[in-house]
């Protein structure tokens, strides 16, 4: 069992920045992040592989967005720049033995989510 705890999530005005965290309580394949705004679907934004520099984004926040990992902690994090309001989502890191991708069904634990909110 892997345990995953969010930070790092509140309120800013469009073209700010944030850092999320990703605590985890052991080492798995594969770390994504994912939001859902309401009445839309999870989206899978990126994700990373334990140890390897292989890492994915999604169109829609890359150049933007970055994940990255500290795996002496182990923590996975988010950088976040020039937000915009349709980045409004509530935010979740999960955690895969089997995938690194951005299925929601390849990810076995999740963490309880952190809300961004972007004004505009």
């Known amino acids: 069992q892997v345990q995953l705890v969010e930070s790092g999530g509140g309120s800013v005005q469009s073209g700010g920045s944030l850092r999320l965290s990703c605590a985890a309580s052991?080492?798995?394949?594969?770390t994504g992040w994912f939001r859902q705004a309401p009445g839309k679907e999870s989206e899978g934004i990126a994700s990373i592989y334990t140890g390897r520099d292989i890492i994915y984004h999604a169109n829609s926040v890359k150049g933007r967005f970055t994940v990255s990992q500290d795996n002496a902690k182990p923590m996975v994090y988010l950088q976040m720049n020039s937000l915009r309001p349709e980045d409004t989502a509530m935010y979740y890191c999960?955690?895969?033995?089997?995938?690194?991708?951005?299925?929601?069904?390849?990810?076995?634990?999740w963490g309880q989510g952190t809300q961004v909110t972007v004004s505009s």
């Open positions: 999960a955690a895969s033995w089997t995938a690194c991708s951005t299925r929601p069904r390849d990810y076995t634990y």
């Open positions: 052991g080492l798995t394949l594969c």
